[in-house]
């Protein structure tokens, strides 16, 4: 013992030395320990704590693919519509098919496509929308009818590029003379006779330049024929 003391009193100087080595050695354990309790304190609180589920993720449904074609035929459907408007309201104005004559042309070859695609896209135009539900038909309608929509475009802005310029100078005062006779026999202002005479003249100035369609020359009649009656 004495020994020991004895040490200790000539080496005092140690205790600077080996005392934070130490202390900090007993605090690392203290801190070292604290998260181990920390550690398992929230272990246990994790396995207390009730489970979960993740949801799966669900592939898309029957339905929802359904649904998606559904709207993809509506659409489609009502482009098709779109086009024939348009075409609609070209071939019922008169003054229109006279200003550009290409669009009824069929010896012009964007004609021909023209009216080639609006008989293909009409001929598969379904009766009923659940028709094109079955894989592959509606991808055919649809591009029947791009097809359609595109021929459209290219033939009136030929016909509007070129509008008269195929015609000779007397065929072009021919057709001057239709429009306005043309415009006669639908005013309104003009005495029954008068209509009735304007739309004979028109057809023969017409006859050999221009074949307006039946469609065009059913509906100007019918509209003449109606508003003499009453």
Known sequence: MGEILEFAGSYWWLAFIVGPIVGG??????????????DRIELERVRRAPMHPVAPVQPPSAAADLADRDRQIER??????????RWLDFELDVAKLIDYPLVTDMREPLTQTFHRARRVAEGLRPDAPAALRPPGALERYREAVRDYEVAFEAAVREA??????GFSEPERR???SAQR???LAESE???????????KQARRELDGLIALPEATTDDLERRIA?????
Do not use: C, F
Not at 76 to 85: P, V
């Open 25 to 38: 050695w007993i605090g690392g354990v203290a801190k070292y320990n604290e998260r181990r309790r920390r």
């Open 76 to 85: 489609i459907l009502g482009d098709h519509a779109d086009t024939d408007r």
């Open 160 to 165: 509007k590029r070129r509008a008269q310029s």
């Open 174 to 176: 021919r057709l001057q």
């Open 181 to 183: 006779l043309m415009a």
């Open 189 to 199: 202002a003009s005495t029954p006779a008068e209509r009735q005479s304007a739309y």
């Open 226 to 230: 109606g508003e003499l009656e009453a």
